[in-house]
């Protein structure tokens, strides 16, 4: 279960850094295209 929750941070905190990026560069639009492209939907 370690290594599930190591995982888990690793993805959550990569997320938010690309999010932050996204919203640096104002193209946070892009961000979400992307992540509903890949089949998820904000709740």
Do not use: W
């Not at 850094?17 to 640096?24: A, D, G, K, L, P």
């Amino acid at each position: 279960s370690v290594l599930n929750t190591i995982h888990n941070l690793h993805f959550y905190l990569d997320t938010i850094s690309r999010i932050r990026q996204f919203i640096e560069l104002h193209h946070f639009d892009e961000f979400l295209a992307e992540v509903r492209k890949a089949g998820f939907t904000p709740s």
